[in-house]
């Protein structure tokens, strides 16, 4: 059997190749047309010199194109570097240093910065309607390509994390890795050849670049494309999908659709929310709107999926479900020694899913695994008694505030439930007495008179009198990543000085 993941989607794929695997607008690729454009693109990538091993790091826009050429650099045996579209000058230079790809594909306008960032590499361009020379390149090359034998744990792509206390680090994922993690999912979450996935994410990160790709293509699925969420548009497509994958944000503004109602999503069995927390009020209001649950799940960059509500069984509000099969999960104290359910500590993992390493880092590599061989996700959760795992928070979140541990989660669930929030955002910031003061950045309900004595009060009657934020900060909203996710770093910055 071959190790390749493109080797196992190929081999998904319908008897029938003119079938449709993938629906852009009005226009419909299909199967054979999927084939033969990542077998140009993979010939292209080898015309070009590209070995097994070598990096092809892609900063571009959303398109069918884009799917093509990372399915090509499986294909050919390279790694895939994704890149944010909203990285700057600064970042990418750091980037393309770090990880020597052999060639760059970006937007045309970049071309001029990339070629002075990219030093001996190779740049080609890829826009938003997939033409660029990228495109033009690939047209020559034959529509037939053998697809790259390579070993199990060779690396298919490297991921970059935010870096948020520190250089980013490049977490190389293996075939190996995508392919267990995809066939997990795949069975967890009752993918078939039958569903029509709505993909609305972004391309440069896991939930959309390997969750909704691999799971559908794996299965022999379609892939309803949409180029970014738009919450009308994504309405008026739903009665086409059987399954759709989002972030938070996703389901907030589909509940401020009017139209958007238990008749307007009958057809779709599966709605999955990840890469930031999804509010209790979330969870409840989409239940009571269209009588289904959303399923919440648990996953990194370094490893994919690692948790996940169940398809059929109870799916806890609050919650990321439990551990996928083959993954192995502890929560354990600060010297590594598991913790029975109910005690708050680091998760830890191990299993086919987790990453090979950092890319030329070992050191750090090292210092992420346990003596014992389980890597520590840096998040911190707690089990209830059914093995039902809760995230409080990030390692680096924790404030420590005149000698107590306080985790932001537990204070921001006690915010969010209160009259008016819409939601919250707790952090520490330098406090002169107490080395970090707890504090709260609320954004209210639309219309709701609120006040920071108001919550300060409320508090004090439900939490210990360290964990009540020193001060509250009300905003209009909060800053947040290209997947939803709240950057703390962002509010610790802004409302550090003051």
Known sequence: MSHNLYAQIDRAAPADLGGTALFDG???????????????????????????????????????????????????????????????????????????????????????????????????TLDEVGSGSLTEAARDQPAVFETAQVAADDVAAIIYTSGTTGRSKGAMLTHRNLLSNARVLMQA????????????????????????????????????????????AVLRDLPRATALMGVPTFYTRLLAEPGFTAQACRGVRLFVSGSAPLLLDTFEEFERRTGQRILERYGMSEAGMICSN???????GGTVGLPLAGVSLRIADDRDRPLPAGRVGSIQIRGENVFQGYWRMPEKTREEFTADGWFRTGDVGVLDADGYLSIVGREKDLIITGGYNVYPKEIELAIDALPGVLESAVVGLPHPDLGEAVTAVVVPRAGATLSAEDIIRALKCELANYKVPKRVILVPDLPRNAMGKVQKSALRERHGAA
């Open 26 to 124: 009005g226009t419909e690729v299909s199967w054979r047309a999927l084939q033969e454009q990542t077998a140009r693109l993979a010939a292209l990538l080898r015309s070009l010199g590209l070995q097994r091993g070598d990096r092809v790091a892609v900063q571009v826009e959303k398109s069918p194109q884009s799917l093509f050429l990372y399915l090509a650099c499986l294909r050919a045996g390279v790694a895939y570097l994704p890149l944010n579209t909203a990285y700057q000058r600064a970042e990418l230079s750091y980037f393309l240093n770090d990880a020597q790809p052999r060639l760059v594909v970006c937007r045309p306008h970049a071309e001029a910065e990339a070629r002075g960032l990219a030093g001996a590499a190779e740049v080609l």
């Open 189 to 232: 979450w009752g993918f078939t050849a039958a569903d029509v996935l709505l993909h609305a994410l972004p391309m440069f990160h896991v939930h959309g670049l390997f969750v909704a790709n691999h799971c559908a293509l794996l299965a022999g699925a379609r892939l309803l494309w949409h180029r970014k969420f738009d919450a009308q």
């Open 310 to 316: 169940p398809l059929h069984g109870e799916r806890k």
